[in-house]
């Protein structure tokens, strides 16, 4: 099958994202090709039944001694258990330096796989094989690594690049709806931060994008660009790299204020919002034009995500509860926020010093 190749030119860790339908049939021979004698498959249980015979039947016809280790689905395995559990598998198959991971999975898989590829035997290689749009377009490009602790989300981790990135769009014909939606939350997201071009072409294309049809390549191949130069220019977030986390500071909020329950509100869709509101906060301080601010609005409620706070299911606490939370984030440095603020679609940057309450005059009025 055709395909396209995203390169992340990272040094002597350099590695290519490659997209493309059907690209798990081939996925045996790319991985060879790094030549490792074994892999250790690590998935959950929604994705293993559906895909992991495949892909082990593609690497044992390359001769490589295959395993695989099964996880429940769901941001609980980003643990301490499901760190020992990956790790104890990948040493009973006898996995060495020169051998290989395989992330089949979503963030939550690739996330934890990375981390224990990361400190297994001090550091051994994986591939991520991402199969939630979420993962295709973000979690697995970049290297960030890791699991949750009892203090907080991703607070135990590694920077650990991948040694490549197979994303196969064919995947996301067996995901839900909803986390289609919310992966396509983190796409409009590129578009909002410093490409106004990708966002009018996602207002155009987006029904193809969740068809399946030849734009759900592009959007993804897109996107995996877009991470791939923020990720190249500051790869330990020093810097530019927090650009990505516009919508992030109001969506890690609600995640918090709503227990980080899936079945209230994912990821994306806490993206969703706090890119709405982003881009109207952005309005209200005279930074943006209220145009832009209801175009974003306008799109992700067509393709179905919510944008309000009123849409939070059982709704989103108090001002202050809210402002607490945000306070919590990481993105605060002495009781002033940084935000991600815009000065219109694709004009995105890093405001620090945004005081507490300008944000609750914003959220009140
Ligand atoms: P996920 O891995 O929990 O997957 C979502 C659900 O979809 C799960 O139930 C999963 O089993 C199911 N699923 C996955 N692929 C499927 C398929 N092809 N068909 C049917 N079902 C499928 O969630 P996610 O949204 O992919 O990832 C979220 C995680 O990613 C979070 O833990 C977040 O912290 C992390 N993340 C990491 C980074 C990073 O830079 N490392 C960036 C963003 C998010
Ligand atoms: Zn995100």
Same mark, same amino acid.
């Given at each position: 099958p055709s395909f396209i190749t995203v390169p992340v030119?990272?040094? &002597?860790?350099a590695y290519e994202i490659l997209v493309g339908r059907g690209l798990i049939e081939s996925a045996g021979a790319r991985i060879a090709s790094l030549s490792a004698r074994a892999t250790a498959i690590v998935t959950d249980e929604h994705v293993g039944p559906l895909y992991a015979s495949a892909l082990t039947a593609s690497l044992e016809a390359q001769g490589l001694r295959v395993s695989v280790v099964t996880l429940p689905p769901?941001? #609980? %395995?980003?643990s301490y258990a499901g760190l020992e559990r990956v790790c104890d598998a990948m040493l009973a198959a006898r996995i060495e330096r020169g051998d290989l991971v395989v992330a089949l999975g979503g963030g939550v898989i690739g996330d934890l796989a990375g981390f224990a590829a990361a400190v297994v035997r001090r550091g051994v290689r994986f591939v991520q094989v991402p199969t939630t749009l979420l993962s295709q377009v !973000? @979690? @697995? +490009? /970049? /290297?960030k690594t890791g699991i949750n602790s009892r203090h907080g989300k991703n607070l135990v981790g590694a920077f650990h690049q991948p040694s490549l990135v197979i994303a !196969? %769009? #064919? *995947? $996301? !014909?067996? $995901?839900?709806l909803r986390e289609m939606r919310a992966g396509y939350a983190e796409v409009a997201k590129y578009g909002l931060i410093d490409d106004a071009r990708f966002f009018a072409w996602c207002e155009a294309n987006w029904q193809g994008v969740f068809a399946g049809g030849p734009e759900r390549d592009e959007a993804v191949a897109q996107s995996c660009r877009a991470k791939a130069a923020v990720v190249v220019r500051d790869e330990h977030e020093?810097? &530019?790299?927090? *650009?990505?986390? *516009?919508?992030? %500071?109001f969506g890690h909020a609600l995640e918090k204020i709503t227990a980080y329950d899936s079945t209230r509100l994912v990821h994306g869709e806490g993206v969703a919002i706090g890119l709405a509101l982003a881009f109207r906060f952005s309005a209200s301080l005279g930074l943006c034009p209220p145009a832009d601010a209801e175009r974003v609005e306008a799109h992700l409620k067509a393709v179905g995500l919510p944008t309000r706070l009123s849409q939070v299911p059982g709704g989103c606490g108090t001002v202050d509860a809210l402002l607490d939370a945000m306070a919590q984030d =990481? =993105? +605060? =440095?002495g009781g002033a926020l940084i935000f991600i603020l815009a000065?219109?679609?694709?004009?995105s940057f890093i405001a620090p010093g945004i005081a507490a309450d300008e944000v609750r005059r914003f959220l009140t009025g």
């Open positions: 030119p990272l040094g &002597d860790r769901g941001e #609980a %395995t980003k !973000d @979690s @697995s +490009v /970049g /290297g !196969d %769009t #064919a *995947l $996301l !014909d067996t $995901l839900p020093n810097g &530019d790299r927090a *650009l990505l986390n *516009l919508g992030h %500071t =990481k =993105k +605060v =440095k000065r219109g679609i694709g004009q």
